[in-house]
Structure formats: structure tokens, C-alpha cells
């Protein structure tokens, strides 16, 4: 999503990019698993990147396109819905002022002060189990690899997590039980045993030290009135599965399309339900495995981690146990079920979904997915051979990418439409005439038939 802004060639210049994970048992390795096990894909299967690399480049980035105004030091302190438009009170280091606007789109954090302002609540979970973060600079010989360690010799009876990031700079998890003492347990003396523990010397310095307690929390409804909440503000999870940012940026390139389409005289209303119907989905599958993480990560009870225990037992030779094992499994998009998108008529063997994100394959001298930039990022048939053009839509001719017919699961004549975030809007068999102008005008919130 950020490569179709521009954004992501300095965060895969910057970034750490792995795609294998090892789980343990003590000091056994039970599992193993490959996020990117099949060819053909423009993007690695995950970046670790900091933070502040990511903001930054951001930045730079809005600092390169027309129409952004960044504006810091800027304080929302008022919202007024007032039927037709919002008005917004700011507060600067130079006085306060007002800013009308069509929608607000909310995306000011876990602590929403905007969520508090309109009264809306924000429901769901605290673990009580705490955990300690550390990330430590050291020059180390281990794999770029995700390795989370369950009961390890270095730290009984609990969790242990470990992952590279750039600069030299390590992210270590380690569960400390819900009795810790965060004051404590944050100093620095407090957590160098710990460390050294785990890496057998004392060559590091230390970047970052924090507690955490896991949230799974949510907005009952991301649309009020005027009001759009996205991200945090609109719903939290645990870091386990990198499932927070990761939703935050779907949930915007989810909302950037259906704002567009709304300036220019889309149906409002019923994309603006689509927005919270979808997203509210996504939140709820988030918010599920990041919950079926942390029962699994730090047991309720001597009867789950019992449980907990055989499972890892078997993981070591059968795959019902490796399917059974969760050290937090890594964020994928979700698949809406949407009001925007046409359900199949016929039956596939392969192929995303209609709700489901389009999967990339080598094509030309690139991939799908520069295709689908190149086009526009719009509405975008994906074709398998001639076909009619489609009013309002561009066209991707794929029957040249010998992967595509197989991952993508069709037969010369037939055809996908693609919405401007990725997602599948329809996917039709010896496309119609009129199937797939209806299929558009349904992904759009058009209750209008085939043209």
C-alpha cells in the first residue's frame, strides 16, 4: 500500500526483511514456518522497521505530493458536528483556531482525546500478564529470523521473543507475569541480568526499555455523524503479529478511496457504511487472533498451559500441532464480507476471493502490482485475454504471466475487478457484458443494475 504512494523504496533500502520463523520449547526447536513460501512477489514477506524511520519517510514523502498541509504542534480541543460539516477547535503555541471541514478523519491514537470528546466508548480486554520490552544495539551472528522461545532455559517457565531491526539494533520480548513491578522491572540494572541471561555475554547497550500490559479493545462503530476513527483510536491489539500499524494503514487506504469517490458525488452514506462494516470485520479478526495469541502465550490456568504443552509436544512432528501453535500469528489482510462486492456465480479452484486482496505475480518486465499503480490505483479490471472495455475502470491484460492463470485461477475470457485499494470487487467466468459494469456500479454503493 505505501508502494502505490511512493513511500516504500527508502523502507526496503532501511528495512530488516525476513520471511522465516522458528518457535522453541526450552531449547528444542518444535516449529518452523515461511511467511512467503510461494514465487513471484514484488514485496518481501515482512519488514522490521522502527517506528520513527517509517514517520519519517512518510514525511518526506507528503512533503513531495500537492494539497498535504502538515501542521504541528496543532492540538484538537473542539468538535462540532454540525449536520452538514464539522467544525474543529486547535489549540498552537501561537493561539487557537478553527478549521471547517466535511469529514473529520480521527486518527489520534489509543488515548483518542477526540473518542473522549464525543463520549463514544472503547470496550474489550486487558491481560493482566506483563511484558518487557528491550531493544538493544549489539553486532550478533543470528539469523534474520523471528525466534519466540516458550518456557526457555534463560528465562523459566515463561516467553521470550527475538527479532532484528536496522542499525544493529535487536527487539527482545520477555514475559514477566502479571505481579511484576513495572517501576521495578524497567531499570536498567533490573533488565541487563535478564538480557545477559538470554545472550550469554554483555556486549550491548540499550536503546529502549518498556512494560506493557496486551489490550484488545474497540469502538462499538468507527463512523459518528462527521466523525471517521481510524487506527488506534478506532481499535487496539497486541504487538504480537505486528497486526496494530499494519490494520491502522489498511484501515486508511480503505477510507482514501471512498472519501475521493464521495467529492465527487459518490453515495455517502453507503460508503461510509461499507467503511465501518468492513473495517469493524477486520478489527474483529484482529482483535480474535491477538486474543488466541496471548491465551496461548501466557495461559489462564495449570489446565491451558497443560494444553498449551501438548500442543507444542506434537508440534514436533505432526501438523495438527503446528497448526495448533500461536506465538502470535502474522497480521494478513482480512477478507470483508462486503455489501461492495459481488459474490461468485461460478465455482473457482484458486484465486482471491471477491473481499479478499489481490495477490501479486510477475508480469512484463514488473509485477501486478506496478501494473496496477501504473493504472491509476482505480478501479481496475484484471483480464485473462480480450475482453469489452468498462466504462469508469482501467484495464490489466494478465494472460501473459504464466503464474497468473494459476494463482488467479482462470480461463482465457475471464476477469476480475479490482478496487482502488486491492481488494477484489467481483470475479466473473466468460465475463458478461453487463456483469461486471454491475459489479462496479455495486462496488461503488450504486444500488444501479448492469448497463
Not at 504542534?73 to 462540532?80: E, H, L, Q
Not at 459481488?342 to 502490482?369: I, Q, S
Not at 480461463?411 to 485499494?421: E, F, S, V
Amino acid at each position: 500500500m505505501w508502494d502505490r504512494l511512493g513511500a516504500a523504496t527508502p523502507m526496503l533500502a532501511k528495512g530488516v526483511q525476513w520471511q522465516v520463523g522458528k518457535v522453541f520449547l526450552r531449547d528444542e526447536q518444535v516449529y518452523r514456518f515461511d511467511l512467503l513460501a510461494e514465487p513471484g512477489h514484488k514485496m518481501p514477506a515482512f519488514i522490521n522497521l522502527q517506528q520513527y524511520y517509517a514517520e519519517a519517510f512518510l514525511v518526506a514523502r507528503a512533503g513531495e505530493l500537492p494539497g498535504i498541509d502538515l501542521r504541528w504542534k496543532n492540538k484538537v480541543t473542539a468538535v462540532t458536528d454540525r449536520g452538514d460539516h464539522v467544525a474543529v477547535t486547535i489549540d498552537t503555541p501561537d493561539g487557537p483556531y478553527e478549521l471547517e471541514a466535511r469529514h473529520l478523519v480521527a486518527c489520534d491514537g489509543a488515548r483518542s482525546p477526540i473518542r473522549a470528546m464525543l463520549g463514544a466508548a472503547f470496550i474489550g480486554e486487558t491481560f493482566e500478564d506483563q511484558f518487557l520490552i528491550a531493544d538493544v544495539k549489539m553486532r550478533a551472528a543470528f539469523p534474520t529470523e523471528r525466534w519466540f522461545w516458550f518456557d526457555p532455559p534463560f528465562h523459566t517457565g515463561q516467553s521470550a521473543l527475538l527479532h532484528k531491526q536496522p542499525d544493529d539494533v535487536w527487539r527482545i520480548d520477555l514475559q514477566l507475569g502479571r505481579d511484576a513491578d513495572p517501576e521495578v522491572e524497567r531499570r536498567p540494572e533490573r533488565v541487563r541480568p535478564r538480557i545477559e541471561r538470554m545472550l550469554g555475554h554483555g556486549d550491548f547497550e540499550f536503546e529502549w526499555i518498556s512494560l506493557y500490559r496486551f489490550q484488545c479493545r474497540r469502538m462499538e462503530r468507527f463512523v459518528h455523524g462527521r466523525v471517521i476513527f481510524a487506527g488506534d483510536s478506532a481499535h487496539q491489539v497486541s504487538p504480537f503479529g505486528a497486526r496494530g500499524a499494519n490494520s491502522g494503514v489498511e484501515d486508511a487506504e480503505n477510507l482514501a478511496w471512498k472519501l475521493d469517490l464521495m467529492l465527487s458525488g459518490g453515495n455517502e452514506a453507503a460508503l461510509l457504511a461499507s467503511y465501518d462494516t468492513e473495517r469493524v470485520q477486520a478489527a474483529d479478526d484482529n482483535i480474535l487472533n491477538s486474543t488466541r495469541a496471548t491465551d496461548f502465550i501466557a495461559p489462564h490456568s495449570e489446565y491451558e498451559r497443560m494444553l498449551r504443552n501438548v500442543a507444542l509436544g506434537l508440534a514436533r512432528g505432526h501438523e495438527v500441532g503446528k497448526r495448533m501453535v500461536n506465538a502470535g500469528r502474522l497480521s494478513q489482510p482480512s477478507v470483508y464480507a462486503s455489501p461492495l462486492s459481488t459474490p461468485d456465480e461460478d465455482a473457482w479452484g484458486a484465486g482471491p476471493p471477491p473481499g479478499a486482496h489481490l495477490r501479486d505475480v510477475p508480469l512484463g518486465d514488473g509485477f501486478l502490482t506496478d501494473a496496477f499503480r501504473a493504472a491509476g490505483c482505480r478501479f481496475t479490471v484484471l483480464r485473462h485475454g480480450d475482453g469489452p472495455p468498462v466504462a469508469g475502470a482501467a484495464v490489466i491484460d494478465a494472460v501473459a504471466s504464466p503464474l497468473f492463470a494459476a494463482r488467479y485461477g482462470t480461463r482465457p475470457g475471464d476477469a476480475y475487478l479490482l478496487r482502488p485499494d486491492g481488494y477484489v470487487a467481483g470475479r466473473f467466468r466468460a465475463a458478461a457484458t453487463g456483469a461486471i459494469p454491475a459489479a462496479l456500479h455495486r462496488a461503488q454503493g450504486e444500488a444501479r443494475g448492469a448497463t
